[in-house]
């Protein structure tokens, strides 16, 4: 069971990103996938959830309008697409399963955006 | 939603118990028990040590436990030991909408 982020890198203020995260060992269709992120020196912050078939998304207020969650089950994969991005956006993005509601067992090691001129 | 209370940071000594709190609303940790905790260590991803309030994971040490009372949850850690030393942080369901889950701030663990 293994997730694995993707897609990050340094962007200048205003421009878009897309992370990606890569599911395998288990039947992904199954599971609610959520994106939590991490700036530097800072605390977790839930950033979007996505239900196992896609039918459900919810964004924090931080990212709603900018952030768009999306999952593809036929090649196991999740993304997050960030547009608009902003220095406090800076932070490393993780994957995470969620296995029952609040229940996250799976994470990936995360992967780096840095939002900078 | 606002974010979950906990202690910036608790420290023990080797082998004793110590416990973090996680206070909330009636609109989340007190009204669900939907309460997770999980561990980080610098640099690492975080792992899930509770679930559902009392519930451990597979592998997870039953040094760990989990409890609630009202609108706060607390985490203790048992025997403490040098690998505990870590920032924990509370999770709670906060209903679907507008956003499911909320957050603790987050405990930095000390062991001395």
């Known amino acids: 069971v293994q997730l694995v982020e993707s897609g990050g890198g340094v962007v200048q203020p205003g421009r878009s990103l897309r992370l990606s995260c890569a599911a395998s060992?288990?039947?992904?269709?199954?599971?609610?996938m959520n994106w939590v992120r991490q700036a530097p020196g800072k605390g977790l912050e839930w950033v979007a959830v996505i239900w196992y078939d896609g039918s459900n998304k919810y964004y924090a207020d931080s990212v709603k309008g900018r952030f768009t969650i999306s999952r593809d089950n036929s090649k196991n994969t999740l993304d997050l697409q960030m547009n608009s991005l902003r220095a406090e956006d800076t932070a490393v993005y993780y994957c995470?399963?969620?296995?029952?509601?609040?229940?996250?067992?799976?994470w990936g090691q995360g992967t780096t955006v840095t939002v900078s001129s | 939603q606002s974010a979950l209370t906990q202690p910036a940071s608790v420290s023990g000594s080797p082998g004793q118990s110590i416990t973090i709190s996680c206070t909330g609303t009636y609109s989340d940790v007190g009204s669900y028990n939907l309460v997770s905790w999980y561990q980080q260590h610098p640099g690492k991803a975080p792992k899930l040590i509770i679930y559902e309030v009392t519930l451990r994971p597979s592998g997870i040490s039953d040094r760990f436990s989990g409890s609630k009372s009202g609108k706060t949850a607390s985490l203790t850690i048992s025997g403490l030991q040098d690998e505990d030393e870590a920032d924990y942080y509370c999770c709670s369901y906060a209903g679907s909408s507008p956003f499911p889950y909320v957050l603790g701030s987050g405990t930095k663990v000390t062991v001395l």
């Open positions: 060992g288990f039947t992904f269709s199954g599971y609610a």
């Open positions: 995470a399963r969620e296995r029952t509601v609040g229940n996250h067992d799976v």
